[in-house]
């Protein structure tokens, strides 16, 4: 990870974080799985009694190259001498499929948070998040798609009482291909 803040005035700062990481499974499609992500940051603290927090991500999956079959040997169409039945076999797995977690992907999200202080005992928060993920797939997961509310009150009239509200929604849809 590698990240910066500016200071743009007396109410806004600005963000930027660059990460980095690779994943290297063990018996799977891929050896290397490669994440690549840019996020920028925004808050503003112009009115003594509202934080307002906005993020945008991007990140890129890749790796290095996609073997569809990598469990080929352990079947028993592997073993010396199998003879292969009339009418041949049924495939364990298609090129054209790709498994997601391993697969090449592009995601953008975004996040919006609001806290307004009416009194010093009490906030209100609201944030809004959606995010959107496509696979480099033709069968398997296309894309994953999800978008959620949550709703916050939080009331402390004294050091030993506090009251709380929460509401929270979220949604989400798989696009898929078989």
Same mark, same amino acid.
């Given at each position: 990870?590698?990240?910066?803040?500016?200071?743009?005035?007396?109410?806004?700062?600005?963000?930027?974080?660059?990460?980095?990481?690779?994943?290297?499974?063990?018996?799977?499609?891929?050896?290397?799985?490669?994440?690549?992500?840019?996020?920028?940051?925004?808050?503003?603290?112009? $009115?003594?009694?509202? =934080?307002?927090? /906005?993020?945008?991500? @991007?990140?890129?999956?890749?790796? #290095?190259?996609?073997?569809? &079959?990598?469990?080929?040997?352990?079947?028993?169409?592997?073993?010396?001498?199998?003879?292969?039945?009339?009418?041949? $076999?049924?495939?364990? =797995?298609?090129? /054209?499929?790709?498994? @997601?977690?391993?697969?090449?992907? #592009?995601?953008?999200?975004? &996040?919006?948070?609001?806290?307004?202080?009416?009194?010093?005992?009490?906030?209100?928060?609201?944030?809004?998040?959606?995010?959107?993920?496509?696979?480099?797939?033709?069968?398997?997961?296309?894309?994953?798609?999800?978008?959620?509310?949550?709703?916050?009150?939080?009331?402390?009239?004294?050091?030993?009482?506090?009251?709380?509200?929460?509401?929270?929604?979220?949604?989400?849809?798989?696009?898929?291909?078989?």
């Amino acid at each position: 990870n590698i990240g910066a803040d500016w200071k743009l005035g007396a109410h806004d700062t600005l963000g930027a974080t660059y990460t980095y990481s690779r994943f290297e499974p063990g018996n799977r499609e891929r050896g290397e799985v490669d994440d690549n992500s840019i996020k920028l940051t925004w808050v503003d603290r112009a $009115l003594d009694w509202l =934080t307002f927090r /906005a993020n945008v991500t @991007y990140l890129k999956q890749t790796g #290095d190259t996609y073997n569809f &079959d990598p469990y080929e040997f352990a079947f028993s169409s592997s073993l010396p001498g199998f003879v292969t039945p009339q009418g041949g $076999l049924l495939p364990y =797995t298609v090129d /054209a499929l790709r498994k @997601y977690d391993v697969a090449s992907r #592009d995601e953008s999200k975004v &996040d919006l948070m609001a806290t307004v202080m009416p009194r010093d005992d009490m906030t209100f928060s609201a944030s809004v998040r959606s995010d959107w993920n496509n696979y480099d797939a033709v069968l398997g997961r296309q894309g994953y798609d999800t978008v959620g509310v949550a709703l916050q009150w939080e009331w402390q009239p004294s050091p030993l009482t506090s009251a709380n509200i929460y509401y929270g929604y979220d949604r989400s849809t798989l696009h898929m291909a078989n």
